[in-house]
């Protein structure tokens, strides 16, 4: 069995390209996918609030006066938290938050993904996606013919003459076939691919 997905071009759809079912016709499995999401956003999470504690701060080795006799408190260290320059009282610390992803999972739920994006016709196959010139201008108008406003673009390879040409439109992004993020593909809403994407996504994922 096989699906088919048609192939758009300026003007409409006039071909289609036969793709394998267990890649783009996958029922979509929302638990799966909920939790390789959580787990890839949390690794990608930095927790920089740090704060010094007693045992971090510099110094403070040495008894700054005898237990008895002195008159003065019993202090054990320069670097107690009630004197100045002393580390902080339950500070915060750097946290790991980062979680394990199961390749497998992840392979089936980037799988229920493009097929969910198949079935919502959310993913748009175009023969090759580049412009003669980097110009903002001529890809806002080829966009605009394809009828994409919100869309992240998947290219076989990095082109910088497309790269320059949608850096600085809104809402529409470019990533490399080696940089796709299950993350990515469910915050745009269209998600563009050539024909030479969607067989290299065919022969990864089967």
Sequence with gaps: MSTKLAI?????ANSSMSVADEVFAVPFNEGLVHEVVTALMANRRADTSMQKNRST???GGAKPWRQKG??????????????????????????????KINKKAQRVALKAVFSELVRQDRLVV????????????LMKAY?????????????EAFDEKTYLSVRNIPYIDMITFDEIYLVSLIVYEKVVVTKAVVKMIEEWLS
């Design 143 to 155: 966009l605009a013919e394809l009828g994409l406003s919100n869309a992240l673009i998947i290219s």
């Design 57 to 59: 701060r510099r110094g």
């Design 126 to 137: 175009v023969d090759e996606f580049a412009v003669d010139e980097p110009k903002t201008k």
């Design 70 to 99: 002195t008159g003065r408190a019993r202090a054990g260290s320069i670097r107690s938290p009630l004197w100045r320059g002393g580390g902080a009282t339950f500070g915060n610390q750097k946290a790991d938050h980062s979680k």
């Design 8 to 12: 758009m071009q300026s003007g409409g």
